[in-house]
């Protein structure tokens, strides 16, 4: 039997369009996926969404298609939609599920399937493993991939735009925006977040400035990741114009970017420890916080500070949706830009996290900068980074075997605990901490470092550099 093309990681599965991401694999996920439903419900229903990537509505139709043949009813966008709004959409309207065609910040020779539940939450380990199993056995000709049913009577279109704005307006003080009147500069990056998140802001009565806000399937040429290269056009529109912050959202909206009022674009650990003290704090939402075993340490400083709990997960937000699903956390976020907050849907939503920030800027007459600070003399500083270090396959296999090993000391300090969650996270004696994980997709180590001063911090990363590289 030929090897299974359908493999989920941790944020679904992906491929470059027209070698492994291609038409007839799409069709086979789309088989698995319906033999899942079919294993829980007798008739199940679906939305199936897209983004703006190259042929996504194409690859979403002929996943519809593939789910009606075999008795699944779909709802199918109409345009490009927002995960979190996909998310949604599956919760209100008590689906069994969502297909979504992604391949979220990923660069745009990349396309994607997502798949959710039916509480919105992207799939947990043990549904993925089964729904490639079931890809399997169609593969091998033990299940089939196109079923006997007719498909257009189980198909109908979907529009999750209006229910999820009002959702939002719910969750926002939009009303806070429009006071302070801020001039705010935002960048879809061609995304599905246009039409969403500058039309609340316009709705707030805030001045937006808008950038890249069209298609562009090759997202002009650097991916649609609002990382601190990709918004330096977003960056420069703040300062110029003068604006008070500048949000952006990633391809499917479920990451978010932000930049300060002088143009320096704010690590997205910093935004997540704030926005979690501004919960608590200025909106006065109860709960605990989540964060992921790479999530900075400064959300278990604000937590402390607060008095409520830390829960922390693996890498792959699908863990940070069981807390929202269990109702622990005001506010759950990974440091790759993902965050939803209690009461929302269990799954990132960048459109969200923007908003909280602007309201953030508004209601405390603050900078994003001047928020950290302040927080910083509250609970003490952090300084954090994330590196992605590429290795040689022998390389990769000598460092495997170094992070299986207890190591007592690191950075010429004493190891103070070893967490082995996701990778091998050390704590030094300083509070610094290191996390090396192994990447599943790419021959690269994964590292996050922080660390309470900067020097310190730097002084951690050539450590942690001559740990992988050295023999």
Known sequence: MPDNPIQFRTSGWRGVIADNFTFANVRLAAAGIAHYLLSKSERPRVVVGYDTRFLSENFADTAAQTLNSHGVETRVATRPDPTPALAHEIISNRLDGGVNITASHNPAEYNGLKFSGADGAPALPEATREIERLAGEVLSGKRSLEGPKAAQSLRQPAD??????????????????????????YDPLYGTARGYLDDLLKEAGASVRTIHDFRDVLFSGVGPDPSERNLAQLSTLVKDERCAVGLSTDGDADRFGIVDADGAWIHPNYILALLADYLIEVRKIPGGIGRSVATTHLIDSVAKYHQVPVYQTPVGFKYIGELIKQDKIVLGGEESAGLTIRGHVPEKDGILACLLVAEAVARRSLSVKQQIEALFKKVGPVYTVRLNLALEPAAQQRLLGKLERDWDQFDSQ????????????????????????PSGTEPVVRVYCEAPAQALLDRLVESVKAFVFNP
């Open 160 to 185: 999750p735009r209006p229910s999820y704005l009002n959702a939002i307006r719910g969750k926002v003080d939009l009303g806070a925006i429009g006071i302070a009147r801020l001039k705010i500069a």
């Open 414 to 437: 004493k190891v103070t605990s070893i967490d082995r969650t996701d990778g091998l996270k050390m704590i030094l004696a300083d509070g610094s901490w290191v996390l090396m994980r």
